[in-house]
């Protein structure tokens, strides 16, 4: 999931160098007063995840764009109405709440945590920060201005809301007003990380829009055959002798390949359908966040409780139903909710949770963070 922090300080450097060259750089890379004149500030798109159904495309695509002082980014939303939410976010200036590192960034990446103890509630209660949930811009304000001195973010972008109360939006636009390399991420998946890279606004060698969205296509296609890869090596079903003439049986919880830094992952498990003798157990393991949930009464549980404020957004608060683990049993009931809560490299829970079967019979599990997108799965036990 982490970068390697020598490659973004290349990147950073190489686009600063850029810009110093293009801000020092004879007339073959400035415009003429009269033709600076000519030249009205324009918008350009930046296109923001992508995927559909289990395949997620965790990046902006492009991720590098350069644009003239004056111009508008308009970033889009795009992934389809169950996708996973992101947010543009840059932490220019300061902002209110905990703070967040970038994964592979520099300590001025900083952005906002996107949980805060729940105010006045039990120690382990938790919410979605307000300062990351919500945009910066106020409804029916004007287009915000970025120098690159002040907090600037999108809220919560998704085509619709994720649970009602939480904002969703699909569309989140900066006006660019001062020359520079601005760096941004979003909160939720701070792997997930962009540059816009700002040159005079009399500069010449500033892409297209065209030009923009080749360059768009050509990292998605990337992405994509990288979770190809991903769902070739998922069919790989792996399984280690247990006690007792038992087996033990792996699972994953999200596939991705690593070239792809977690920028293109497949929200499945794989295998999706697996066949154990009883006594088994089943062992889920996990990079990406999920959850192994057995809910013998549908329908899944929400991920959020939604509770009103006087002054100010509603709180969206954690349902503890999801994002507590659950086992009351030591081997699976199918009368009893069985909850791993998330698991991953970035929880506190680590990264694997097992199961042992014992009574015949075909037993559906899901993700709760991510069942709408088709994140089920099923484990059918038979008699040894």
């Not at 970033?75 to 947010?87: P, R, V």
């Not at 979770?227 to 038992?246: C, F, H, M, W, Y």
């Not at 929200?267 to 192994?292: E, M, N, R």
């Amino acid at each position: 999931m982490t970068r390697l922090r020598h490659v973004s300080t290349i990147v950073a450097l190489g686009l600063a160098g850029i810009v110093l060259a293009t801000v020092r750089g004879g007339s073959d890379r400035i415009m003429t007063a009269e033709a600076q004149q000519a030249v009205k500030s324009r918008t350009v798109t930046i296109l923001v995840g992508g995927g559909h159904d289990t395949i997620v495309l965790d990046s902006y695509f492009p991720r590098i764009v350069r644009v003239r002082a004056g111009d508008t980014v308009a970033w889009k939303f795009n992934g389809d109405e169950n996708h996973h939410l992101h947010t543009v976010t840059f932490a220019g200036g300061p902002f209110s709440g905990p703070k967040l590192a970038v994964a592979g960034g520099i300590p001025s990446d900083a952005i906002p945590d996107f949980w805060i103890p729940v105010p006045g509630g039990q120690p382990d209660e938790r919410m979605w920060n307000p300062t990351e949930a919500w945009p910066t811009r106020k409804s029916g304000a004007p287009v915000e201005k970025y120098d690159g001195s002040t907090y600037a973010n999108s809220g919560h972008m998704r085509m619709n809301p994720l649970v009602p109360g939480m904002p969703a939006s699909r569309e989140f636009s900066l006006a660019f007003t001062k020359p520079g390399v601005y760096r941004y991420a979003c909160a939720l998946h701070p792997h997930m990380r962009g540059t816009i890279d700002v040159t005079p606004a009399g500069a010449k060698d500033v892409p297209s829009q065209a030009e923009i969205d080749q360059q768009a296509k050509a990292e998605i296609a990337h992405l994509s055959a990288l979770i190809d890869k991903g769902q070739e090596l998922a069919k790989n079903v792996r399984s280690e002798p247990g006690p007792n003439d038992t087996t033990f049986w792996f699972v994953r919880a999200g596939v991705f390949d690593r070239s792809a830094e977690l920028g293109g992952i497949l929200f499945d498990f794989a295998p999706k359908g697996l066949t154990v003798k009883t006594g088994d157990t089943v062992i889920w393991q996990a990079v990406d966040t999920h959850t192994i949930t057995f809910n013998p009464m549908p329908p899944a549980p929400v991920l959020f409780m939604v509770k009103p404020q006087p002054d100010g957004p509603p709180w969206l608060v954690r349902n503890p139903q999801v994002w507590r683990p659950a086992k009351p049993a030591s081997v699976y009931d199918p009368t009893q909710y069985f909850n791993s809560a998330p698991i991953g490299v970035t929880t506190a829970l680590g990264t694997s949770w097992a199961l042992t079967f014992d009574k015949p019979g075909s037993y559906e599990y899901l993700c709760a963070l991510h069942h709408p997108m088709g994140m089920k799965g099923t484990i059918t036990v038979v008699e040894r």
